[in-house]
């Protein structure tokens, strides 16, 4: 059994990367970025290109983007970069639940032992 990604032909990573083989150390880009399209796909994008706009209509996972396009997430981070430096997708990473106070949780833990 293959792992997507793993067999592609390196030629043909490096084709799709233009040769780079990571993202930039700015990058703001993880495996749970949630990345939104800005723009539509245009005539003479890259098929990736336009295969992540298609995809980033709603919020997607960069994890997401990498299983959808058959592709290892460092390669999906390259390809995303490009398109944030264009200006056709937006990143934010997703909202976290507010941690409630150590002593909030004492409290509950003490009630809880008390019934």
Known sequence: MSRPGRDDAPDRL??????????????????????????????????????????TERPTAVVEVAAELRLPVSITKILLSDLLAAGRVSARHPYTAAVPRPDLLEQVLVGLRNL
């Not at 150390?25 to 800005?38: C, G, I, Q, R």
């Not at 890259?46 to 995809?55: D, G, T």
């Open 14 to 55: 490096y084709t799709v990367t233009g040769g780079r083989s990571r993202s930039g150390p700015d990058s703001p880009f993880d495996l749970v970025t949630l990345v939104v399209a800005e723009s539509d796909p245009r005539p003479g994008m890259q098929s990736e290109h336009v295969a992540i706009l298609r995809m």
